[in-house]
């Protein structure tokens, strides 16, 4: 197993070019669980069919978010193709529990017969089989467009608010994520600052866990925000407001 760092594809690149095992997985996240920002999949894809691969894609943020009636992110940049293994959790979007891996005929016969946390275990029950069909019902018709256009707007207007806030009162190191999706990050910097803020948050009635190393690179801790189309304008607003506040506390 070799890393590349965060979307370094020219790393990516050179290890594939010295990886001389007969099967090759590239894998990714779709987008970034802790950054909100999307891979470059159709570059990811060039890869993969240039060194013949395979590419994992978990698409637990994309699902039911990015893309023509939530298909996700592949959807999102119109990629098709036989070597994608595509992840996608049911627990984010969705709204219950479980994952699903959609590929070829080989992995997934392969996946029924080897994947450790498959075999010897009760399958899904079917209450949850028919909660995941209403979920995709919601996700495919105009309640969804419509839970995904509410969603760009809460996006839109916390990113103008904390773009704003960090423009009155400047905080050293704290930076807006370059994200559009759901996950918002702060990035505050160091570790103490991120858990004083999440706490004074939380003492507000608001819940923002900070992330820290080595869930996220040294010196980058954060606020992890994330919105969904349930929140209303007062909840960004007010959220907006209490950090405000905490950052003037905290000087
Ligand atoms: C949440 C998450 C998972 C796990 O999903 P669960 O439904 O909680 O098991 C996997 N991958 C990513 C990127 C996630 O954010």
């Known amino acids: ?22 099967i090759k997985l590239i894998v990714t996240d779709a987008v970034f669980s802790m950054d ?18 395979w590419l994992v894609v978990d698409d637990a943020h ?25 992840m ?3 627990g984010k979007a969705a709204g219950i529990g479980g994952a699903f891996v959609a590929a070829h005929p080989t992995v997934i016969e392969w996946l029924l017969q080897t994947a450790r946390s498959y075999i010897y275990t ?3 029950p079917p209450a949850i089989a028919h909660a995941l069909r209403e979920s995709l019902r919601l996700m495919r018709g105009d309640e969804g467009d419509q839970r995904r256009r509410q969603l760009q707007q809460r996006v839109q207007l916390l990113r103008d ?18 994200s559009h ?49 349930a929140h209303s304008v007062d909840d960004v607003q007010r959220l907006s407001e209490a950090l405000a506040r905490t950052v003037q506390a905290l000087r």
């Open 1 to 22: 197993m070799q890393r590349y760092a965060h979307r370094n594809l020219h790393v990516l690149e050179r290890q594939l070019e010295r990886c001389t095992t007969p």
């Open 36 to 53: 909100g920002d999307i891979a470059d999949l159709p570059e990811l894809l060039a890869l993969a069919d240039r060194f013949d691969a």
């Open 62 to 86: 994309g699902l039911g978010v990015l893309g023509e009636q939530g298909r996700g992110t592949l959807s999102h940049f119109g990629l098709c193709s036989e070597r994608f293994i595509c």
């Open 88 to 90: 996608g959790t049911l």
């Open 122 to 124: 009760t399958a899904a």
């Open 161 to 178: 608010q904390l773009a704003a806030l960090i423009a009155a009162q400047p905080q050293p190191g704290w930076r807006l994520a370059d």
């Open 181 to 229: 999706a759901a996950i918002q990050p702060l990035i505050v910097g160091d570790n103490a600052g991120a858990l004083a803020l999440s706490a004074a948050l939380e003492r507000e009635g608001l819940w923002v866990p900070a992330i820290r190393p080595p869930t996220v690179p040294l010196g980058t801790a954060r606020l992890r925000i994330t919105l969904s189309a």
